[in-house]
């Protein structure tokens, strides 16, 4: 059965330095998205992207962050200049089309700050 | 402002009982609603869903439960087994594709 893959399972950086989170979305899907859950909270949305473009990100996605299909296959999430507070999950997902079907998440990526 | 939430953090309850979990959400305007299971260390995965259309949906074992009027939603899962120990999110697909998701609520099944 086809699922979203994510490197690294856990990663851990220093304040102020760059991470890149990559995801392997499934073969067949067109959209994909980004979402982060502090521990012990609810799953929050960050971006959507679809055709090469986001097409939606919410107030945490600030400049610190960006997204990128660099080829076929891969999805990234990268943070410029890591916070304490950027200590979270982080969760791909993607779906073959948007609004009113299931998405699916990968396992995360637990990024730590120190 | 939009918003999904969980009205119990914690759900306690005995193997083979039956259990219900329960979500409210505030936008009346969403159309389609689903219910995933995170276990720990995991990511979200999927357990069923149901549209604005229908106020009832099974699947195995499972079955959730759309009330428009008041704006609730909720999941049962018939026999509760040790494996469906959990936490349960409801969530909000809006028309743009992002998910809302609720605050959740950990489901603890005693032998």
């Known amino acids: 059965e086809p699922e979203v893959t994510q490197t690294p399972s856990h990663q851990v950086t220093q304040m102020g330095q760059e991470v890149i989170l990559r995801c392997v979305p499934i073969?067949?899907?067109?959209?994909f998205y980004w979402y982060r859950q502090i521990l012990g909270q609810k799953v929050e949305f960050l971006v959507s992207?679809?055709?090469?473009?986001?097409?939606?990100k919410s107030e945490i996605f600030d400049d610190q962050f960006s997204v990128e299909r660099p080829d076929g296959s891969n999805f990234t999430l990268k943070i410029r200049s890591t916070k304490l507070e950027d200590s979270a999950m982080y969760f791909c997902a993607s779906n073959p089309t948007s609004g009113g079907n299931e998405q699916f998440f990968g396992p995360g990526t637990r990024l730590t700050v120190l | 402002g939009e918003s999904v939430g969980l009205h119990l953090p914690t759900l306690s309850v005995q193997e083979g009982d039956n259990s219900i979990i329960n979500c409210a959400y505030s936008n009346s305007a969403s159309d389609y609603f689903i219910w995933y299971k995170q276990e720990s260390g995991k990511g979200p995965q999927f357990i069923i869903d149901i549209r604005s259309n229908m106020d009832k949906r099974q699947g195995q074992r499972v079955t959730v439960l759309l009330n428009k009027t008041v704006k609730h939603l909720s999941l049962q899962i018939a026999a509760t087994q040790p494996g469906d120990s959990a936490v349960y999110f409801c969530?909000?697909?809006?028309?743009?594709?992002?998910?809302?998701f609720g605050q959740g609520t950990t489901l603890q099944v005693k032998p």
């Open positions: 992207f679809y055709n090469n473009e986001i097409s939606e």
């Open positions: 073969s067949n899907h067109l959209y």
């Open positions: 969530a909000e697909n809006s028309n743009t594709g992002k998910l809302i």
